[in-house]
């Protein structure tokens, strides 16, 4: 049987503060991607250290910036360690639960490689980026991997230019730069399908529900209480097809323009006293009216037995960190 290989890059889950191995959307396709025999998704056993890396960091870098005494005090190391060790967990089980090949680096990275693209200044290491050696190192791992094995096609998920640039320069893959994409490799959706979807959004004012945002602040006792004045539709793609649920997920991505009460803390323009372990002199941000953009949903519609879509269910929100948008707001103190 022909099969084809897909290997995923530690940008693949995103912002290393905020993996999330039990993401809805993910687990999702991974698991349509499993259904298939001649499918098989790979990680680098680099990039599984590169993942249990910053998720270290991620931690310990929440740990030394915790400035409050008071929480120090409640927060032992025992504490640190139980959420280190609850999170490479879930890395070990996303592994597991979706069938994803590890592939042992060190048994096929030729290190002869590493040295002439390292001594000759190829990619991926390059004058601006001279310290590329655990992306070199996967890189020669795949190359020589690959050379032993009898797949058909092999999908380098990625969105690193650097990593990318160099591996397409040594071995023939199919670059695809986001998971939420690499079923558009394996799966046709027609131009008519999508004006369906974008209608059904429109027509069914899904977008103009404020409920599908969901905002960070740095203050609990921020304020933000909005409504939606108006939404844009700006794309839509089709992530997967469940045939046999008779129901598809899509990716929406979109903008609004929002009003209401938004009232929140400026850390950067409030001014910090370490001794007193206090914000002595406070700054806020306020707005009536925003406009927020580079918003990204997901939503799994539902069709009848015509084939036409009846409803729908909102899988991910919106996630907006407010802080984003704090120069897009009038600076003063609380008292004013």
């Known amino acids: 049987m022909e099969k084809d290989i897909i290997f995923l890059d530690t940008n693949v889950f995103g912002r290393k503060e905020k993996y999330d191995f039990e993401h809805t959307y993910r687990n999702n396709i991974l698991a349509v991607l499993k259904r298939y025999s001649n499918i098989e998704v790979c990680l680098p056993n680099i990039v599984v250290e590169e993942l249990k890396k910053h998720i270290k960091e991620s931690i310990d870098n929440d740990q030394n910036n915790i400035k409050s005494i008071y929480i120090r005090r409640k927060l032992n190391q025992n504490f640190y360690d139980e959420i280190l060790k609850e999170n490479l967990q879930k890395l070990d089980d996303f592994i597991e639960k979706n069938n994803i090949k590890i592939l042992e680096c060190e048994k096929y990275l030729d290190i002869s490689d590493v040295n002439r693209w390292y001594f000759n200044k190829e990619k991926p290491f390059e004058t601006s ?114 045939e046999d649920l008779e129901s598809l997920v899509v990716k929406v991505n ?33 707005t009536s009216k925003l406009h927020l953009n580079d918003l990204e949903i997901y939503i799994e519609l539902f069709k009848d037995k015509n084939g036409n879509y009846k409803n729908y269910k909102i899988i991910d929100k919106a996630l907006i960190d407010i802080t984003d948008y704090l120069d897009k707001m009038e600076l003063h103190c609380k008292d004013n």
């Not at 094995?149 to 397409?168: L, M, Q, T």
């Not at 609004?256 to 406070?282: C, L, M, Q, R, T």
Request: with cysteine; hydrophobic share 40%; net charge negative.
């Open 254 to 286: 979109y903008s609004v323009d929002i009003a209401g009460n938004i009232f929140v803390f400026d850390p950067k323009e409030s001014i910090y006293d370490d001794e007193d372990d206090e914000y002595i002199y406070p700054m806020y941000r306020s």
């Open 129 to 242: 980026k001279p310290k590329e050696f655990p992306d070199a190192m996967i890189i020669s791992a795949i190359v020589n991997f690959l050379k032993q094995s009898n797949y058909s096609n092999a999908y380098i998920v990625s969105e690193d230019k650097g990593f990318i640039d160099s591996i397409k320069s040594k071995v023939d893959c199919i670059i695809v730069n986001k998971l939420e994409t690499i079923l558009r490799e394996f799966f046709d959706f027609s131009t008519y399908e999508y004006k369906l979807i974008e209608d059904y959004i429109k027509d069914n004012h899904i977008l103009n529900n404020k409920n599908l945002i969901e905002f960070e602040s740095a203050n609990v006792n921020d304020i933000i209480n909005i409504q939606i004045e108006k939404a844009y539709l700006e794309a839509c793609e089709i992530i997967y097809d469940w």
